[in-house]
C-alpha cells in the first residue's frame, strides 16, 4: 500500500481542506515575496500567531487515519489502540513540519516521498510495536498528505515568482496523483500476497540459462543482474527517421508495444528482465517506469499446451504453474489491472499455430477493452505476425536491432567472465570474430554468440565454419561430451549415446512442430518414446520408459521442464533444428512444402535445406519455387524463403540456384519496412540482387539502405556506399544509425566521411568513433547512444564545429563541460528518467533549445536564462 492506494479513497476534497488547516493564510502583500519561505514560518501551530491548537493538529491526523483505514478495509482487522497509535504517529510526524530545517522551493524539489521520509524519522519511536498493516498505514498517510503539502506550496502567491515557471508545469501533475498515480500499489488486503508474489518472480526469472556453461564447473545459470546486455529496439515507420532506443525503454512512455525479434535475439531475456524490475523495489532510475507494477508473464507456448484455451486473468497464475496462484486474495487481479498496475508481459505469439493467432488476437482484444490502463509488451518473431496487426488496439510495432560489434565484445567477456576462462579464451575469440567475416556474419544475437563462446572454448579455439555445422557441434558438445566432462558416468549407470539421444529426441521434436505446439505433456512423450524404443533394443534394456525419459530431461541439456509434467527444448532453434533433421529423414518433402507458407516452419524448412542431400534439396527448393509461382497469395513469401535457403545450401544444382535468384530478384527493390526486414532475413545472398540508387523512389531507396544495413556483415558496405550521397535525410540517418553494426575505421572511410551534414546527427557509440568523426574535421551535429565519459567526448569533439547535440544514453554527469562548446545552441536530452536535473545548464550561455521527454519532471529550469527555450518531445 502507497500513497496511491490511500489516495484513491482519500480524494483532494478530503485532503486539501486538512492540509490547507496546517499553514497560515497568506497576508496583504505576501505576493510582493521573491524568496523562498521557511516551512517554520509557514505552519498554524507554532509562532506568537499560531492558529491550530494541538488537539485541533490532532484531529486533523486522527481524521486522515480513520479515513484511510475505513476506506481500504484495515480498520477491520486494525484493533482500536493500534488506529489510535497510527494517530499519536500522523501527528508527531506532521508536527514535524515546524521544525524541518528547510524552505518551500526545496520542499518541492526534494519530492513527497522524501519529504514523507524526513517528517517519519524525526520520531521513529512512534511506530515501535506497531503490526506491519499499522506502520504501512502511518507510511502512506504522511507520503498523502506530503504529496498535498507540496502540491500546496506551489499554489501560494507567496511562492517564488521565478519557480512558477518551472513548477507550474508541475501543478496539474501533482494534483492529477493525488487521485490517480497512488493506485500504483496495493491495498492492505493485497501488500502480504503481492510482496509473495514478487519474490516468487525473482527466483523463476532472476536466472538465465547460459548456453555451454553447465559443461564447467560454473553454474548453467546466470544472475540476469550480471547477464542482461541491454540490445536496442528500433521503430521506423514511412517517412520517419527511425527511432533507436534501449530495449528496456520500450514501454518509457508507451503503454502498449509489439516487439518483433528473430529467433535468439533475447525477446524472452527482455521479458524476464522486465519482470524481475518490476518486482524490485530499488529500482535502476531508468526503470522508475515500472514502479508499483504487476508483472504477468505469460507464454503463448505454455498457454495453449495441449490446445488448452487461454486464460481469463483470475487464471493467468495458474496457467502458468504459479505454486502460490491457490493464495491470490479474492479478486485481487481485478484490483490490479482496474487501477492499470498490470505489466502484462505476452510471450511469444509466434509459437501459437499459425491458425490460432487471430484468436489470440480476440483475446488481448477482449483483455484491453476490459483493462485497458494497463502496460502490454507483446513479443513475436518477425514474420508471424503482419505489420499493424494490433494498430486497432494502438500498439507500437518495434524490432530487436542485430547485436552491433561492441554488444557481441561485451556478451563475449561476460559469457567468459562466467565460464572463468576471460583470459585464456575470451581475447583470442574477440579477434577472431572480428577478423572473420562469417564468424562475425553469424554472431548477430545473444544464442547465437553464447553457441559459438561455448564451442570455442571447448574445441580449444577451434570453430565450425556455417551454422549447421555450428548446431552439428553443439549437439555433440551437449549429448556426449557434457556427462564426461562432468564426471557423472558411474558403473552401472545408464548410459544412451549421442547418436540414440538425437534419434529420440528428434522424434520429439518433430511430433511438436507438426503439432504447431513448443510444449508438450510428459505423457505425450513417453507414448513418443514408447513407439521409438521398440526399433532400439538395447536401449530400451536400460530402463524403464519413465527411466529413459528421465535421462533425456536432464542428461542431453537440450530438453526441460518448465512445469511438472510438461516439456519443452532449451529454445525453439534446437527444436527446429532436431524437427527438420526427422522430416528429411522420414522423406517428408511434400509435407514439409506443404507447410512452407507457414511461418513457424519457416526455419524448419531452411534447416531442411542444410540436412538433405543434393538431389533432395533440388526437390525441396523447386518445390518452393512451384508453389510460390501457383499462388499469388504465398509467393511472395515462399520465393523469399526459397531465397534463404540458399544460404544453407552448401551444394545444389546451378539451375535451381539460378532460378531460386532470378524469383528474389523480383521481390526487388522492397516496398515497406515488414518486407525490408523479410529480405534481411534472408541473408547476405541478397545483397548481390540489391539496386540502387539509380532509378529508385526515395521510399524504395530508403528500404533498400535499411535492407543491406540490418543483415550487418562487412559485405554491405559496398552496397551502402553507393547510397552515400543520398539527399534523403531518412536514408543519411540510417547510414549513420549503422556505423556501429561494421568496421568501425572501413566504415567511416567509405561511408561517413561522404555523407551530407544537412540536419543530419551523426550517431556515435564509441570514442573510436568520435575520434573518425574528428579526423574528418569533427560534425556540427551529433547523438550519443552509449554512456561515453564526458572528457571522451569534450577531447575528441572538434569543440567549434558543435552546433547540436542530441544525448541518448545515461552519461550520469551535470553539463558544466558544456561550455567547451562555444557554438553549441541546440541540446536534445533523450532520457527515461523520470526526473531530469538540468540546474547545471546554466552556465552554458550558448545554448537556446532544450529539449527533454515532455512526461519528465524538469529539476532546476527556474535557474536557467531566459533565453532558453525548453520543449517538451515525444
Known amino acids: 500500500m502507497e500513497p496511491v492506494s490511500i489516495g484513491a479513497r482519500l480524494a483532494s476534497s478530503i485532503v486539501v481542506p486538512l492540509v490547507k488547516k496546517l499553514f497560515v493564510a497568506d497576508g496583504p502583500g505576501a505576493g510582493l515575496v521573491d524568496r523562498p519561505v521557511r516551512i517554520s514560518k509557514l505552519v498554524s501551530f507554532r509562532g506568537e500567531k499560531r492558529t491550530l491548537a494541538d488537539a485541533e493538529l490532532r484531529k486533523i491526523a486522527e481524521e486522515l487515519v480513520d479515513r484511510a483505514a475505513r476506506s481500504t478495509g484495515v480498520s477491520e482487522r486494525l484493533p482500536g489502540f493500534e488506529q489510535r497509535a497510527v494517530v499519536n504517529a500522523v501527528t508527531h510526524s506532521l508536527s514535524a513540519l515546524g521544525h524541518i530545517d528547510m524552505d518551500d522551493v526545496q520542499a518541492v524539489q526534494l519530492g513527497y516521498l522524501e519529504l514523507s521520509r524526513r517528517l517519519r524519522s524525526s520520531n521513529q519511536a512512534a511506530t515501535i510495536g506497531l503490526s506491519s498493516d499499522a506502520v504501512l498505514l502511518h507510511t502512506n498517510v504522511v507520503d498523502t498528505a506530503c504529496l498535498h503539502i507540496l502540491h500546496f506550496f506551489t499554489t501560494r502567491s507567496t511562492f517564488v515568482p521565478r519557480t512558477l515557471v518551472e513548477q507550474s508545469r508541475r501543478i496539474e501533475e501533482l494534483s492529477s496523483k493525488i487521485d490517480t498515480l497512488i493506485l500504483r500499489t496495493p491495498s492492505p488486503a493485497d501488500g502480504s500476497f503481492e510482496e509473495r508474489y514478487a519474490r516468487y518472480i525473482s527466483k523463476k526469472h532472476g536466472k538465465l540459462t547460459i548456453f555451454g556453461l553447465d559443461l564447467s564447473e560454473a553454474s548453467a545459470s546466470w544472475p540476469l543482474d550480471a547477464a542482461y546486455l541491454s540490445l536496442e529496439a528500433t521503430e521506423t515507420a514511412v517517412g520517419e527517421i527511425p527511432l533507436v532506443l534501449p530495449a528496456e525503454q520500450v514501454l518509457a512512455g508507451r503503454d502498449r508495444v509489439l516487439l518483433r525479434g528473430v529467433a535468439g535475439s533475447g525477446k524472452t531475456t527482455l521479458v524476464q528482465w522486465l519482470a524481475i524490475s518490476a518486482a524490485r523495489n530499488d529500482l535502476d532510475e531508468r526503470l522508475l517506469y515500472l514502479h508499483g507494477l504487476v508483472p504477468f508473464v505469460l507464454p503463448m507456448r505454455s498457454l495453449t499446451r495441449a490446445g488448452a484455451r487461454l486464460p481469463m486473468p483470475d487464471e493467468f497464475l495458474s496457467a502458468v504453474g504459479c505454486p502460490i496462484a491457490h493464495a491470490q486474495p479474492t479478486g485481487w487481479y481485478d484490483r490490479v489491472l482496474t487501477a492499470g498496475r498490470g505489466l502484462m508481459l505476452v510471450d511469444g505469439i509466434d509459437e501459437m499455430p499459425e491458425e490460432e493467432r487471430e484468436e489470440a488476437r ?44 561492441d554488444d557481441v565484445a561485451a556478451f563475449i567477456r561476460r559469457w567468459h567472465k562466467a565460464a572463468g576462462s576471460a583470459d585464456a579464451y575470451g581475447k583470442e575469440l574477440l579477434y577472431a570474430v572480428r577478423a572473420k567475416q562469417e564468424l562475425a556474419r553469424l554472431a548477430t544475437n545473444p544464442l547465437m554468440c553464447a553457441l559459438i563462446c561455448a564451442l570455442h572454448r571447448d574445441r580449444r579455439g577451434y570453430l565450425p565454419d556455417g551454422r549447421k555445422e555450428l548446431y552439428d557441434a553443439a549437439l555433440s558438445m551437449l549429448l556426449s561430451r557434457r556427462d564426461r566432462e562432468r564426471g557423472i558416468y558411474k558403473t552401472g549407470d545408464m548410459r544412451i549415446g549421442e547418436s540414440h539421444q538425437v534419434q529420440l529426441i528428434q522424434k520429439l521434436a518433430y511430433w511438436l512442430i507438426r503439432n504447431g505446439r513448443s510444449e508438450m505433456d510428459a505423457q505425450d512423450a513417453l507414448d513418443l518414446l514408447s513407439q521409438a524404443v521398440r526399433a532400439m533394443p538395447r536401449i530400451a534394456e536400460q530402463g524403464t520408459l519413465k527411466q529413459i525419459y528421465r535421462y533425456l530431461l536432464v542428461r542431453s541439456g537440450l530438453l526441460i521442464e518448465p512445469v511438472e509434467g510438461t516439456m519443452q527444448f532449451i529454445h525453439r532453434t534446437f527444436q527446429d533444428y532436431l524437427g527438420a533433421r526427422a522430416a528429411v529423414e522420414n522423406l517428408d518433402f511434400d509435407f514439409l512444402g506443404g507447410n512452407a507458407h507457414l511461418d513457424q516452419w519457416e526455419d524448419v524448412i531452411r534447416m531442411a535445406v542444410a540436412h538433405a542431400r543434393p538431389g533432395e534439396r533440388t526437390r525441396l527448393l523447386t518445390g518452393l519455387i512451384e508453389r510460390g509461382d501457383a499462388s499469388k497469395d504465398t509467393r511472395h513469401r515462399l520465393h523469399l524463403l526459397a531465397a534463404a535457403c540458399l544460404d544453407d545450401a552448401t551444394e545444389l544444382d546451378p539451375a535451381v540456384r539460378t532460378e531460386v535468384q532470378h524469383r528474389a530478384e523480383k521481390l526487388i527493390p522492397p516496398h515497406s519496412v515488414a518486407k525490408a526486414r523479410a529480405l534481411a532475413d534472408v541473408g547476405p545472398v541478397v545483397l548481390e540482387l540489391l539496386q540502387g540508387p539509380e532509378g529508385l523512389t526515395d521510399d524504395e531507396a530508403y528500404f533498400t539502405v535499411l535492407t543491406a544495413s540490418r543483415i550487418g556483415t562487412d559485405a554491405a558496405i559496398p552496397v551502402l556506399t553507393r547510397f552515400r550521397t543520398a539527399d534523403d535525410l531518412r536514408v543519411r540517418a540510417e547510414l549513420a544509425l549503422a556505423w556501429s553494426r561494421f568496421d568501425t575505421e572501413r566504415y567511416a572511410d567509405e561511408v561517413i566521411a561522404h555523407l551530407q551534414e544537412d540536419d543530419l546527427y551523426f550517431v556515435v557509440s564509441s570514442s573510436q568513433e568520435l575520434w573518425a568523426l574528428r579526423r574528418f574535421g569533427g560534425r556540427s551535429f551529433l547523438k550519443i547512444t552509449s554512456p561515453l565519459k564526458p572528457e571522451e567526448i569534450q577531447y575528441s569533439c572538434v569543440t567549434d564545429r558543435l552546433m547540436g547535440l542530441c544525448v541518448a544514453a ?50 532546476g529550469a527556474e535557474l536557467l536564462p531566459p533565453t532558453l527555450e525548453i520543449i517538451g518531445t515525444g
Open 362 to 405: 480476440n483475446w488481448l482484444r477482449d483483455l484491453i477493452g476490459s483493462y485497458p490502463k494497463n502496460r502490454w509488451l507483446v513479443t513475436s518473431r518477425p514474420s508471424a505476425v503482419r505489420e499493424h496487426w494490433l494498430a486497432d488496439e494502438k500498439f507500437s510495432e518495434l524490432d530487436l536491432a542485430p547485436m552491433s560489434r
Open 810 to 859: 545515461d552519461l550520469r554527469c551535470s553539463w558544466e563541460w558544456l561550455v567547451a562548446f562555444p557554438y553549441l545552441t541546440d541540446l536534445t536530452l533523450e532520457t527515461p528518467l523520470l526526473d531530469v536535473d538540468v540546474s547545471s545548464l546554466r552556465h552554458v550561455r550558448s545554448l537556446r533549445t532544450l529539449r527533454v521527454p515532455a512526461a519528465a519532471r524538469i529539476v
